[in-house]
């Protein structure tokens, strides 16, 4: 009976044809959904824009998720997905370098030179840098890369300053970038292929740190710190943008009894990227002040007509707990290389701000500072170290 009724055509109500009928454009329309969503996900790896573009296409369609300085990121505690994600998104970034290098270059580039921090940003003291190291190359396989190799910072930017020094002399090389502040002591110059570099310091701090107490200082008071309910951390969340934990910690934080015109401000700034948007900002801020006394931006994103502004005071409350660390480092370095009267070469974009270098003229004050190129001399000296290396392989064996 069961059987036989099975078989039969069912003759259904004008209700039920209509809700079948509806199930099934429904049914097609999720089909078309993760189709289109494959397709996106074999799109993404092959046509993605990267650096400032990345973040203006970002911000100007309001889609998808804007990871910023994925390299700080690399010693955080991760979740599973969060460390396949971040894999990825390095994987492409290496591939991008890769296939342009490549383009350029006319032949398959497959090794590379990748400059690290000494000390990788961490949450997790030693084991963070380890794990970061672990990642990158994880990255550089799916990239495409055979061989890597790992050169330290500020050991990178010795090879640049030695390329163009004569004489053989003791040098101190201080690098002070967005994430990481690196310092070498080597021998550079003279006949010697390479510097001999003989020691290595670093921490896991640089220019984003002083974004976060200029932030503190000057732009969070704009979204009630110490004027409501809200305690200090939340906006140090609110502010750690390369931090996902306290990210999403932040986009959690409830809001109820915060009142007015913190709370729109505090549920705009928990919306996708925003954070990241305004961080941006207290950075142009935290620039626009090493060369002048005040300096404004505009937050009309956050709410029409809002606008923060900072003056040398704000950043100087904004620069302490780095310059504190800072210090505490050099003081170190100047203590175990007092005997050798290094000249101190500055390299790093941080080492455009007039308090960086006078920071470090305090700590040497007989030493000769000399100013490399704040931006390259970092990859120039991984460019110099890659083609001493190719041409070691290259050279036919006599
Ligand atoms: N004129 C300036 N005044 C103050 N800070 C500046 C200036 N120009 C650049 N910076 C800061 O320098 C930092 C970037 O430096 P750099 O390009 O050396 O970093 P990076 O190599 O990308 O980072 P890291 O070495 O930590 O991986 C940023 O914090 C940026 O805001
Ligand atoms: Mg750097």
Not at 60 to 68: C, T
Not at 232 to 249: G, H, W
Not at 307 to 335: K, N, P
Request: charged fraction near 20%.
């Amino acid at each position: 009976m069961a059987l036989s009724a099975l078989n039969q055509p069912v003759l259904q109500s004008d209700e039920a044809l209509k809700t079948a009928a509806v199930a099934a454009i429904r049914r097609q329309w999720v089909q078309d959904q993760i189709t289109a969503g494959r397709e996106r996900s074999i799109t993404v790896d092959e046509s993605a824009v990267f650096g400032e573009e990345a973040i203006e296409e970002f911000f100007a369609y309001e889609a998808g998720r804007l990871i910023q300085s994925p390299k700080s990121l690399l010693g955080y505690k991760l979740g599973e997905p969060q460390r396949v994600a971040i894999v990825r998104i390095v994987a492409n970034v290496l591939r991008h370098v890769r296939q342009a290098a490549s383009t350029q270059l006319g032949v398959e580039v497959t090794e590379a030179t990748i400059g690290r921090p000494v000390t990788f940003r961490s949450s997790m003291g030693d084991a963070g840098s380890e794990q970061a190291i672990g990642l990158l190359r994880e990255a550089a396989t799916q990239a495409g890369f055979d061989a890597v190799e790992f050169l330290a910072e500020p050991a990178a930017a010795a090879i640049n300053y030695h390329a163009q020094s004569a004489a053989a002399h003791e040098v101190v090389v201080v690098d002070v970038g967005g994430g990481t502040t690196d310092i070498a002591l080597g021998v550079i110059g003279g006949v010697a292929n390479e510097p001999q570099i003989e020691a290595t310091w670093g921490m896991g701090k640089g220019g984003t740190d002083v974004d976060l107490g200029l932030s503190l200082t000057a732009v969070m008071p704009k979204f009630g710190k110490d004027n409501c309910r809200l305690l200090a951390p939340v906006y140090v969340n609110a502010a750690t943008v390369s931090d996902l934990n306290r990210q999403l910690d932040f986009r959690k934080t409830r809001l109820d009894g915060v009142p007015e015109p913190f709370m729109s401000r505090l549920r705009t700034l928990q919306r996708n990227g925003v954070a990241i948007r305004l961080n941006q900002d207290v950075e142009r801020l935290k620039i626009a002040l090493s060369t002048e006394t005040k300096a404004a931006v505009t937050l009309d994103y956050i709410e029409p007509d809002l606008r923060a502004t900072a003056d040398r005071s704000h950043l100087e409350q904004g620069y302490e707990a780095f310059q504190r660390s800072f210090s505490d480092l050099l003081r170190q370095v100047s203590q175990e290389t007092a005997s050798r009267n290094p000249v101190v070469f500055l390299t790093g974009g941080m080492s455009r701000a007039p308090y960086i270098a006078e920071a470090v003229r305090e700590h040497f004050p007989d030493s000769q500072l000399v100013h490399g190129d704040a931006s390259l001399g970092v990859v120039g000296g991984l460019a110099l170290h890659a083609a001493m290396q190719r041409s070691v392989v290259d050279r036919p064996s006599s």
